[in-house]
T-cell receptor, first 115, second 111 residues
Framework: SAVISQKPSRDICQRGTSLTIQCQVD?????MFWYRQQPGQSLTLIATANQGSEATYESGFVIDKFPISRPNLTFSTLTVSNMSPEDSSIYLCSVVGAWSTDTQYFGPGTRLTVL | SQQGEEDPQALSIQEGENATMNCSYKTSINNLQWYRQNSGRGLVHLIL?????REKHSGRLRVTLDTSKKSSSLLITASRAADTASYFC???????????FGKGTTLSVSS
């Protein structure tokens, strides 16, 4: 498996601002993903973070709102841009590595509150 | 789109009792995973069961998979207060890479 860390663990932000969330893995992984979990809801995939190229976004999510970077095999960032209260959620990164092509491990999440 | 649907949505039991959660899905899958989430924190991977497996055990956890019924169940035996959490099933998306999650079952174990 892998040890995954996220920064920040939580934040309270003002409407209209942006927040960048970092995801760091302690070993090289093949795939990295970003999910959103709105209050009281399940997880929804935002995008697949592709190393060295543009992320692949799911329907309903766009790059201007959620720009993603993945400069190497162990690190990715998700930015939540021009935030509104509807963006208040837990944001989680997850990874798939050489240990298994299927098992996906999750980071501890970033709890975002937008006022 | 939602793939898995857990049942029940909420479950309250006493310590020592068994807890059973069910998950139904819509399309053919290669595998199904169960996760636990404590108080809105990160997800902990519990178990993965492949489509050619019918049952899998891990400690106090027992997972079954019935591909003909497109359903899976998670049994937690001799539950403890520390098992209080939300439990989610997840199946691969169409690309076979990321996961589609069910709505989850919230388990409350009281001592």
């Amino acid at each position: 498996s892998a040890v995954i860390s996220q920064k920040p663990s939580r934040d309270i932000c003002q409407r209209g601002t942006s927040l960048t969330i970092q995801c760091q893995v302690d070993s090289q992984v093949t795939m990295m993903f970003w999910y959103r979990q709105q209050p009281g809801q399940s997880l929804t995939l935002i995008a697949t973070a592709n190393q060295g190229s543009e992320a692949t976004y799911e329907s309903g999510f766009v790059i201007d709102k959620f720009p993603i970077s993945r400069p190497n095999l162990t690190f990715s960032t998700l930015t939540v841009s021009n935030m509104s209260p509807e963006d208040s959620s837990i944001y989680l990164c997850s990874v798939v590595g050489a240990w298994s092509t299927d098992t996906q491990y999750f980071g501890p999440g970033t709890r975002l509150t937008v006022l | 789109s939602q793939q898995g649907e857990e049942d029940p949505q909420a479950l309250s039991i006493q310590e020592g009792e068994n807890a059973t959660m069910n998950c139904s899905y819509k399309t053919s899958i290669n595998n199904l995973q169960w996760y636990r989430q404590n108080s809105g924190r990160g997800l902990v991977h519990l178990i993965l069961i492949r489509s050619n497996e019918r049952e899998k055990h891990s400690g106090r956890l027992r997972v079954t998979l019935d591909t003909s019924k497109k359903s899976s169940s998670l049994l937690i035996t001799a539950s403890r207060a520390a098992d209080t959490a939300s439990y989610f099933c997840a199946t691969p998306n169409q690309a076979g890479t990321a996961l589609i999650f069910g709505k989850g079952t919230t388990l409350s174990v009281s001592s």
